[in-house]
């Protein structure tokens, strides 16, 4: 029992809500009572404090509007006692009046459940409101004061290069006009012709097109949005215009720096802003790589743990890239030089765990290199990023481990960036201060840096004010709650002036965070405004106050129509709006109490929910809302309907294969609804085939099958509802027919199947159903469904999926924007049947593709052009109209911008294009709903084009049997190189031999040709191949035998340096240019003294080009030998070095097992050091990029056994070959011209000589066989002499037959020889007449002057 004493001020008698709230409060207690004669309460506010419930009083300050709603509201409260906590809230008091404090009730103990119920009302009474409905017709008629929709951020970064933009939208009824203030004073915008305000709109726009600088119009911008109703205040946007200074100029020194030693090179950016993003490359902007060693600090600073030597190869620049204005400005290069112990850079030791050990450098203990010291402090605000860093130096490089003191690392928060270096906690909270430290360790010790973190807080919303909506004389309240750290200050403001300069208002009382008001009217329509802030930072809320006076309207439409089956719960909707709010009555058949309690209940929104629909509940049912202003009704017409019911349903069967099987479904339902029953087999809509008949109580099915086994499921529904049966069918097969009956008969192909059917039409699926044929004696097994469409392939059939032969009806997926047409083929043992009639068309809708075209291939077709092919996507991935293909290409080296263009085919020609050049190509489809996903890149070459010849073609004779030729890569390979093809024939004098034509791979560049002869040379011509054809040629020769050179002076050259047994070495080098002459390697061969050297070298001289044979003793030549016994461990000995001005060759001799590798370190006279890994067996390696004239070091050693090494050699490498102008008397192709000059003058003279001897003054002896006399001369020798030696002419000279000497004139005259000139020819010019003597002294001179100059006899004497 619990004891009451309510106090009470003596009113008249009267029923009030004090009597409904005493009944309430008593319920299922006995309390004792004053008297108390008829208290009014107009408002009471429970509060248990200390054991004592206050509720206050008063009744002479509220409208009688209010307190009649307020009564009907107790009397609610009063009459449904047995759901008090579920209707309170729908019959909470609101608004209630201003007045003296009340009757007083004192209680003992704790307080009972109602003193809850009291606090809830008390709480709800100050902070309830009106919301007003999202119907535009009802916001558009409502007065509103103005609400900020948009405004730009409280730190407004422009680009100076655009037009100034400051947003301000702001709505409101009537519509709110603008203006602003810049730096806290008015800013007149007509002043400014810059400066222009958008229509409807406060958003200010600033030009300048016209000239002027944007800096001039930096500063503290707000904006004020006012209408009749009040102002609305934005946030103090702070304008600031981007800056990207220029790096200042400076001379940097080069930083020297010992290896080991640790290294920080200062970026320090010009402060931009926004602040620039860092970054470090070379001068050649190449990133500079980082490592837990190298790495870049949150500063921009670039840290170096310790420097080695290898951080010498490169310069050192830092990038500042400003955000706005997209450049990127560089600071000058530093350049580093590392001062070393040890010049030989030995890349394979780079990550070797002794590689500070190998290099001289001496290990040491961490240090920090950032933060400094042992401990530092941190402070961050809540909500941002935390960012620590510990950068530490040492030998080896330390690592960096992150600890909390006194806690774990927040692992849903933290993460570890920059090498372990950086430790990031994002969103921070209060809970993440504290102290962290970070650990900085390595095998030499550790040390460790403190961090001191606290965290601080901008002000953050805890409850942020709303706008407030309260119908004439009701209470609410605004609050404005933030926290922050340090606490922030409230300042409230109404219509942008401060609280204490506005005009009193007696119904509004400010407590703190808090303004409350009482018993508002029309008048108290304001803005207010809350600016929380401390000295991280400050929160402005805009929250009108807005007093409605509303009668109550019906949002719904008029006279539904509520259909509903019996028994079944349902709620009936009355949405409604008014200010005051109404109260709402639900009432059936327009008479009657209010519908409220057992099987009905109402809610709060004006919803009646009926808990079991009953026959007698049919009806119109009304509902009212009511406040002081009027009242608004609206009529729901309900109906009941019978369930829908199964009452003879399906059975369980058992059928034999063959039989007729009904399975029965008979339904009653309400006459008054359309009635649909559907079956299901196994869960799934079953087609009704030709073998089977559905009535409407019933399903029968004729020849079952063993594949009209199954669960079947009637469905019968309406409207409103449905009910289902279930029943199984199990079929059995025919026990009189024998087991081997299928057996005998013959089995065939499946026949087609029939009747295909489209139905659940969806976006991407559809449902495909079909009869299936007569297996003829084979079950069917599976069946396959084909499309086809009229689009990219119109007639061509594909397959689309396959399914089982126990299914008739499948739901196929479906792509976007494809005119489908299907068809099936069924498959059993026996084979496929013929395909099924065509079904109907259906065409999907379309959507951008989801995938590109494949196969894309970037080739060139000619030297000049690279052509781009694709394999064309089909119809069922295109997706959409018009599909295309956007082809983009750009040079892989050069990074430059994308060339794109659109192509409908499948390919496109990229002309103008340079020889053999890598591009990244990019193809993607489109079509008219958009693109497809981002593309992969593919790399494509341009055209190919014939090779340049090959580099540095070496001909080698190491003995008299065999040739070694050698030769370097194209240095233009203009393409893919597929082989190379060697010509070469053999020659000796002018006799030349069959030519031989030998083809290599690509990879090949050594070739021995096997000597047929001793004395015969070679003459070799080498070129290149690409796809297009052979390129240039290269031809060189063998060395003359040594039989054929002419022993002089070996030319000075730089010899090779040697480590191993002495030998007689013959070496000949010709190179691919014929004035130049290059050292190579030569191998060894057996000697023919041990203490002889023997060297042939091709040199081209300006004088002559000659084979040199020297033969010198070993204690005159410069080459170096070094006897060396194989050693009985493993080891690697007599290591020789053969170089020239730019390669050398280098061979050794070791004892490893076959299939071991080896690694050639060599450094050369600036401590460059570079290594050649060697695969096994791989002897000569032959070293490139070699300098003229620098002297090199050089070891070789195990890969797998690194402290197994060869002694370290000294080698120079000749001086650069001087190009002088060759005689060209030396030439081959001079000499060569000259002999065949020398031959056609001899060939000349002696076809004239034969001439002149054929057509001679000489007669002819007659036709009669005179014997010779023993006088004459010539008899012995079968010749004539027809001189006289008594009339013998002068030597040179010509004789005519009267014996006058005449010059000048032709010895080929026939005159003479005939009589009288009538002598005859033949057709052919041949003389047919006898010759007449005239006198034997011209005779004798006519053939002796023939004889003397005739080179004929000589010939033949000669013989």
Request: charged share 20%; glycine share 6%.
């Amino acid at each position: 029992m619990v004891k009451i004493c309510l106090e009470c001020q003596s009113e008249p008698e009267e029923r009030g809500p004090g009597s409904a709230l005493r009944e309430l409060l008593t319920d299922g207690e006995t309390a004792s009572t004053d008297t108390c004669s008829g208290a009014r309460l107009t408002d009471f506010c429970a509060v248990w404090d200390a054991g004592v419930f206050l509720v206050s009083a008063a009744g002479k300050g509220a409208p009688s509007g209010v307190t009649e709603r307020r009564l009907n509201e107790a009397e609610t409260l009063n009459s449904v006692r047995e759901a008090q906590f579920q209707r309170l809230e729908a019959a909470r008091p609101r608004g209630l009046g201003r007045g003296a404090r009340g009757p007083v009730l004192r209680m003992a103990g704790q307080p009972p459940p109602w003193a809850y119920i009291a606090v809830l009302l008390c709480v709800l009474s100050l902070g309830g409101a009106i919301e007003i409905p999202m119907d535009p017709s009802i916001q558009n008629e409502l007065s509103q004061p103005p609400t900020i929709t948009k405004q730009s951020v409280k730190d407004h970064i422009v680009d100076p290069r655009d037009n100034i933009l400051i947003e301000c939208e702001a709505k409101g009824n009537p519509a709110p006009s603008f203006h602003w203030t810049r730096n806290s004073k008015f800013f007149n915008i007509a002043k400014d012709p810059r400066v222009s305000m958008r229509r409807r709109s406060g958003t200010l726009v600033i030009d300048f097109r016209s000239g002027g600088r944007p800096e001039e119009y930096e500063g503290e911008y707000q904006c004020f949005a006012r209408n009749k109703f009040g102002t609305a205040l934005s946030n103090r946007i702070r304008l600031q215009v981007s800056k990207s200074p220029l790096w200042p100029k400076e001379n940097l020194d080069p930083v020297v720096v010992q290896e080991g030693a640790p290294l920080t090179l200062q970026c320090n950016p010009p402060p931009g802003l926004p602040s620039p993003v860092i970054f470090w490359m070379s001068s050649s902007m190449e990133p500079i790589t980082q490592d837990k060693r190298v790495s870049q600090g949150h500063n921009g600073d670039l840290y170096f743990s310790n420097v080695m030597l290898q951080d010498m190869q490169t310069d050192y620049s830092c990038n500042a890239r400003f955000h706005f204005t997209h450049t990127i400005q560089q600071k000058n290069p530093f350049t580093l030089k590392v001062l070393t112990n040890h010049p030989y850079n030995d890349s394979s030791l780079r990550n070797h765990p002794d590689m500070y050990s190998a290099r001289g450098v001496a290990e040491r203990t961490p240090s920090f290199m950032y933060p400094q010291g042992t401990a530092s402090s941190q402070m961050v605000l809540r909500g941002m990023d935390l960012l620590l860093e510990c950068i530490a130096s040492g030998v080896p490089t330390p690592d960096i481990a992150w600890y909390k003191k006194g806690g774990d690392l927040p692992s849903d928060k933290a993460k570890f960036e920059n090498f372990n270096k950086a430790l990031r906690i994002t969103n921070v909270s209060e809970e993440d201060s504290g102290e962290y430290f970070c650990l900085a360790s390595n095998k030499m010790g550790s040390i460790r840096h403190t961090i001191s973190v606290r965290v601080k807080a901008a002000p953050y919303w805890l409850d942020e004010p709303k706008n407030l909506i309260l119908a004439p004389g009701e209470d609410g309240r605004l609050v404005c709650r933030a926290n922050g750290n340090p606490k922030p200050t409230v300042q409230w403001m109404v219509n942008g002036e401060p609280l204490q300069s506005a005009p009193p208002n007696p119904n509004r009382e400010v407590a703190g965070d808090t303004i409350i008001f009482r018993d508002t009217q029309i008048s108290s329509r304001a803005v207010y405004q809350c600016n929380t802030s401390n000295e991280h930072g400050y929160l402005l809320a805009n929250a009108f106050v807005s007093v409605l006076d509303v009668p109550p309207r019906m949002l719904s439409p008029r006279n539904q129509l509520i259909r509903v089956i019996l028994y079944n719960r349902t709620r009936l909707d009355c949405p409604f709006f008014g200010s005051p709010i109404p109260t709402l009555r639900w009432f059936k058949n327009g008479q009657g109490s209010n519908l409220d309690g057992g099987n009905y209940h109402v809610y709060e929104n004006g919803s009646l929910e009926i808990k079991m629909i009953r026959k007698e509940d049919q009806g119109i049912y009304t509902c009212v809302a009511t406040n002081i202003l009027g009242k608004a009704e609206n009529q729901v017409r309900l109906e009941v309907k019978d369930p829908t019911r199964i009452y003879r349903m399906p059975e369980d069967q058992v059928a034999k294969r063959g039989t007729t099987v009904q399975l029965e479904c008979r339904v009653k339902h309400d006459p008054s609804l359309k009635l649909a029953v559907s079956w299901l087999k196994d869960d799934e809509p079953l087609y009704i085939s030709n073998r089977m008949k559905k009535e409407e109580d019933s399903l029968t099915i004729f020849g079952v099958a063993e594949r009209d086994q199954g669960s079947y499921t009637c469905v019968a529904s309406t409207e409103l509802d449905q009910d289902l049966a279930k029943a199984y069918l199990t079929v059995l097969a025919d026990q009189a027919t024998p087991t081997n009956r299928l057996a005998a008969l013959p089995k065939g192909r499946p026949d087609r199947p029939r009747d295909l059917e489209l139905t659940d039409l969806a976006e991407r699926s559809v449902r495909l159903t079909w009869i299936p044929g007569d297996d003829n004696n084979s079950p069917i097994t599976d069946y396959v469904v084909q499309f086809e469409e009229d689009q990219f392939q119109p007639g061509v059939w594909h397959d689309h999926s396959k399914f089982p032969g126990s299914v008739n009806s499948a739901v196929l997926r479906l792509s976007p924007y494809v005119n489908y047409q299907f068809r099936v083929i069924a498959i059993n043992e026996v084979g496929s049947s013929h395909p099924s009639l065509p079904s109907e068309r259906y065409r999907t809708s379309g959507a951008p593709p989801e995938s590109n075209p494949s196969d894309v291939k970037g080739e060139g077709t000619r030297k000049n052009n690279m052509e781009i092919t694709w394999t064309p996507m089909n119809a069922t991935s295109a997706f959409g109209p018009n599909l295309r293909y956007i082809v983009k290409w750009r040079r892989r080296e050069t990074r430059e911008t994308w060339n794109n263009v659109t192509v409908w085919g499948s390919r496109y020609v990229v002309g103008q294009t340079p020889v053999y050049v890598p591009y990244e190509i990019r193809v993607q489809a489109e079509n008219d709903f958009g693109k497809g996903p981002e593309p992969d890149t593919v790399i494509g070459y341009s055209g190919e084009d014939l090779p340049s010849a090959p580099r540095r073609f070496r001909v080698r004779q190491p003995n008299l049997e065999t040739i070694n030729l050698e030769w370097d890569h194209p240095e233009h390979p203009n393409g893919i190189l597929i082989g190379y093809t060697l010509k070469y024939v053999a020659f000796n004098g002018t006799k030349v031999g069959k030519q031989i034509v030998e083809n290599f791979s690509p990879n090949q560049t050594k070739f021995t040709v096997q000597r047929a002869d001793p004395v015969s040379r070679y003459r070799f011509s080498l070129s290149a191949r690409t796809q297009v054809g052979s390129g240039e040629a290269v031809t060189e020769e063998s060395p003359a035998p040594p039989n054929e050179a002419t022993p002089t002076a070996a030319p000075p050259t730089s010899p090779p340096t040697t480590v191993g047994a002495p030998g007689t070495v013959s070496s000949t080098d010709a190179t691919a240019t014929a004035a130049a002459t290059e050292a190579t390697t030569v191998p060894t061969v057996p000697p023919v003294a041990p203490t002889t050297t023997a060297t042939t070298e091709a040199t081209a001289t300006t004088a002559s080009t000659a084979t040199t044979t020297t033969t010198e003793s070993p204690a005159t030549t410069s080459r170096t030998e070094i006897q060396e016994s194989a050693p009985d461990e493993q080891s690697i000995w007599n290591v020789t070095v053969l170089p020239n001005s730019k390669w050398a060759n280098i061979s050794w001799k070791h004892n490893f097992g076959p299939g071991t590798d080896f690694v050639v370190e060599y450094t050369d006279s600036n401590h460059t050091k570079k290594t050649v890994p060697v695969k096994a067996q791989a002897q000569p390696v032959q070293l490139t990029d070699l300098y003229p004239g620098m002297t090199y070091t050089l070891r070789v050693y195990s890969r797998d056994h690194e402290g197994i090494s060869s002694a370290v050699i000294t080698f120079m490498t000749s001086a650069a070959y001087t190009n002088n102008q060759a005689d060209i008397a030396t030439q081959g192709w001079f000499i060569g011209l000259m002999c065949a000059i020398a031959l056609l003058v001899l060939i000349l003279l002696i076809v004239c000589f034969i001439k002149r001897s054929r057509g001679g003054k000489y007669p002819v002896r007659e036709k009669k066989d005179v014997p010779l006399g023993p006088e004459d001369p010539k008899e012995e020798d079968g010749s004539f002499d027809y001189s006289d030696e008594d009339n013998k002419p002068l030597q040179g000279s010509q004789t005519s037959l009267d014996g006058t000497i005449k010059q000048q004139e032709s010895d080929d005259s026939l005159v003479d020889y005939g009589e009288g000139g009538e002598g005859q020819f033949n057709e052919d010019g041949s003389f047919i007449g006898q010759y007449t003597v005239k006198k034997d002294k011209e005779e004798t001179e006519g053939n002796e002057s023939s004889e003397a100059t005739s080179p004929v006899n000589a010939i033949y004497s000669l013989a």
